[in-house]
């Protein structure tokens, strides 16, 4: 089976000593977001486990303890974009997040590592040409240490629109989204990427963008070095063929505390133990476990919750 963290928690950024427990002990907990009161088991090692994928916006702290991902088969999406700490407060400099990109590339390879430069916002800070500056730079500065770069447009959330009013932050019309989106794909030839959207619809095969998805069939079986049975089941998005998977992140607790982020609640780290089978918290009496029977999807098909 797929098992990844997502951005929305950042655990290579904050939460490695959580990580490298749960290998160290084999299994891995995740509450529900949709109960509560309900806890999945999952066994966490590289026997069923076939990839690992992670999503984060600085992978340096990482990078010492790769050792103990060695057995593993990992997928890394790393978000470098142009913006500074007034929009991204708890993001290093971007000159050390590209140092760590091109390092974490030295160490597991090129194609396991994924650049992303998303979410792509206006503002009084960065307009259509500031992106086409910022992109070309960072395009160069990552060229040879990946071969595929995701962007998307900001989605801009109900109870994120007085935070984005605040900033003057909005999201392209679409004629600069077009505009943007032929560009990335021509520089993005020019230093040998592969230009993917993310869940921005399939309009955009005419300009030249992969729209099939950020972790479709293909990406994990190059992940896993090998082919996968996947699962009889529905995709969620009509948007790509993206394969979600296990996530093992939870919504909150990230420390960059970006002002555009869907995932708040930056108070939950309060609550995290690495000690804790759970990112954040611990199991309570009232909780329901519930074991999840993984195997690998390189033996077998169907869906295993």
């Not at 708890?90 to 994924?114: C, M, P, Q, T, Y």
């Not at 595929?148 to 989605?155: A, H, N, Q, T």
Request: charged share 30%.
């Amino acid at each position: 089976m797929i098992a990844y963290a997502s951005m929305r928690t950042d655990i290579p950024a904050f939460y490695s000593d959580w990580l490298m427990r749960r290998i160290e002990e084999g299994f891995v907990m995740v509450r529900s977001p949709y109960n509560d009161h309900l806890i999945y088991k999952l066994p966490f090692n590289p026997e069923v486990i076939d990839c690992l994928g992670f999503c984060t916006k600085d992978p340096g702290k990482i990078i010492p303890r790769l050792g103990a991902l060695k057995e593993w088969k990992t997928l890394w999406h790393v978000t470098i974009t142009p913006y500074g700490k007034e929009y991204e407060p708890g993001v290093r400099d971007k000159r050390e997040i590209v140092s760590a990109f091109k390092n974490l590339s030295l160490r597991v390879g090129k194609d396991k590592v994924v650049w992303r430069y998303d979410p792509v916002f206006l503002s009084p800070l960065f307009s259509i040409s500031s992106h086409k500056t910022w992109f070309s730079t960072l395009s160069s500065l990552l060229e040879g240490y990946t071969d595929r770069v995701i962007f998307s447009f900001l989605d801009i959330y109900p109870f994120l629109k007085d935070n984005m009013q605040r900033f003057g932050i909005r999201a392209p019309e679409k004629s600069e989204m077009e505009d943007l989106a032929s560009f990335f794909v021509e520089e993005g030839k020019r230093h040998g990427l592969i230009v993917s959207s993310c869940a921005e619809g399939r309009w955009m095969n005419a300009l030249g963008v992969d729209t099939s998805g950020c972790l479709t069939k293909e990406v994990w079986e190059k992940c896993a070095e090998k082919k996968l049975n996947f699962p009889n089941k529905k995709n969620k998005r009509g948007e790509c063929d993206c394969i979600l998977g296990f996530d093992i992140g939870g919504y909150g607790g990230c420390g960059m505390k970006c002002v555009y982020c869907y995932g708040r609640n930056y108070e939950r780290h309060e609550v995290h133990n690495p000690l804790s089978p759970l990112l954040f918290g611990w199991p309570r009496k009232e909780d329901e476990i519930k074991e999840v029977k993984a195997e690998s999807w390189a033996d077998r098909d169907g869906w295993l919750l």
